[in-house]
Nanobody, 123 residues
């Protein structure tokens, strides 16, 4: 059974930083396409960052480029999202996601979801 467990969310002031972690079990993240997806109140889920199993298809949504960094640690089977220069518009629930290989960054291509972690950025 696949489980993705996120941690690291919280409340931070604008300009601050947070690091989200996702620990996977039942799935080898080094051979999976992994991503972070967020959902703000009243909005649809959107891909924030991700990478394919090969490590050669790094993706960032335009609004976080230069501020967020996606990484993975195969030895720990963890995926991370380093978030710097956080802004109020980054406030959302952030989900770790395992995406079907070769399907692109589409919500309907997510095979497994974590439970989500809340990130709140105050102005």
């Amino acid at each position: 059974q696949v489980q993705l467990v996120e941690s690291g969310g919280g409340l931070v002031q604008a300009g601050g930083s947070l690091r989200l972690s996702c620990t996977a079990s039942g799935l080898t993240i080094s051979s999976s396409a992994m991503a972070w997806v967020r959902q703000a109140p009243g909005k649809e889920r959107e891909f924030v960052a991700g990478d394919s199993w090969s490590g050669r298809d790094l993706y960032y949504v335009d609004s976080v480029k230069g501020r967020f960094t996606f990484s993975r640690d195969g030895a720990k089977n963890n995926v991370y999202l380093q978030m710097n220069s956080l802004q109020p518009e980054d406030t959302a629930v952030y989900y770790c996601a395992a995406v079907r290989r070769g399907s692109g960054w589409r919500i309907d291509a997510v095979d497994y979801w974590g439970q989500g972690t809340q990130v709140t950025v105050s102005s």
